[in-house]
């Protein structure tokens, strides 16, 4: 038997045969499956919050912004802590499974309402299923976009067309996650919203279990060095386990309070915002073109939001357009 440590030794590069390593292809599976499970279940979330579980709409939109919200802020804790105790790999890992069972809660979900109007069960596993989702997305996202300029040396000229061939593979997910969620729960029963989210714990399992697969073998740097591992330093890798459950009860109770009670995500974000540029603006180990490009960065995403804005309207007030608005039958298929 070989020992554990065997899998991080330097390993002989491998590429395929468009040139570029064969880790870039296991990462495009890894986000493809991963992004079908996300954009599928967004496209259904909504219609589920109204026509399952009796929400209004302005709840229901709410609701929704709310819960995506803490999807593009989480990523800044989890790329914290792969960057200082996990590494990417292990953090992939442990957010695609947090989705996984986020998903396959929403289905547990979306089979216990029963046509019940007020079903206490399933409320609280929309909940849990949610805040599983947005603290296992933290883990994920960040990560694996970053190993991919992490296969190819520093100037390759190639590293540009590998992130489109990346993001192809965030487009190609999308469009099947939608495609197929749409079609199996939106039927006109509520009771078959299940299926779509079944689907997506599906796609997300089976993309967790390709990565884990490959990431031994195919993710490591020209030189044959493996990318993404536990850093070095670090020594609370077990103490990071025991905080997912607060991460989650945490996520769970902002999430409550910001759609039931009073507004809390505005300001979290407001703070989060602060916090993060007092803290590199106040680090003496930047130089002068670090500050400068972290102020570059700062410009272009603020004019960013405006865009985010606008495109998360698909799920909530476009997607209400649609349903009250549209004829969505098309060659007999709705």
């Known amino acids: 038997m070989q020992p554990a440590t065997a899998s991080l030794r330097p390993q002989p590069p491998q590429t395929a045969s468009g040139s570029h390593p064969r880790g870039l292809y296991l990462l ?7 992004r079908f499970s996300y954009y599928g279940m967004r496209a259904v979330l909504v219609l589920f919050l109204i026509d399952a579980m009796r929400m209004d709409k302005a709840f229901a939109s709410k609701f929704y912004g709310g819960y995506t919200s803490l999807i593009y802020l989480t990523p800044l804790i989890g790329a914290y802590i792969s960057d200082r105790y996990w590494g990417n790999r292990r953090s992939i890992l442990t957010g695609g499974l947090l989705m996984a069972f986020g998903q396959f809660t929403l289905f547990a979900a979306a ?10 069960l399933s409320h609280w596993l929309l909940y849990l299923g949610l805040g599983a989702m947005i603290i296992g997305n933290g883990f994920f996202k960040p990560n694996i976009s970053s190993m991919v300029g992490s296969l190819y040396t520093p100037g390759d000229k190639r590293k540009d067309a590998a992130y489109t ?12 996650g939608n495609t197929i969620t749409s079609l199996l729960g939106d039927t006109g029963r509520s009771q078959d919203f299940r299926w779509a989210f079944l689907a997506c714990g599906i796609a997300m399992t089976f993309g967790t279990l390709v990565f884990n697969w490959g990431k031994g073998k195919y993710l490591h740097t020209p030189e044959g060095q493996q990318v993404g591992v536990t850093p070095a330093h670090s020594t609370t ?4 386990f025991a905080l997912l459950p607060v991460l989650l009860v945490l996520a769970l109770g902002i999430l409550y309070l910001d759609s039931a009670k009073f507004p809390t995500i505005a300001p979290l974000l407001l703070v989060a915002v602060i916090g993060i540029a007092f803290m590199i603006f106040s680090d003496k180990s930047l130089s002068k073109a670090d500050i ?8 272009v995403s603020f004019f960013v939001v405006f865009f985010w804005a606008a495109f998360e309207q698909a799920p909530a007030s476009l997607t209400f357009f649609a ?6 039958t098309l060659f007999g298929i709705t």
């Open 237 to 240: 890798v077990k103490g990071i």
């Open 111 to 120: 089979s216990n309402y029963g046509g019940v109007e007020d079903h206490p």
């Open 165 to 176: 061939i990346f993001y192809m593979g965030i487009n190609l997910g999308s469009l099947i």
């Open 323 to 328: 349903k009250e608005n549209m004829d969505r």
């Open 28 to 34: 495009f599976a890894t986000e493809m499956w991963e």
């Open 292 to 299: 400068q490009g972290v102020i570059v960065i700062f410009v």
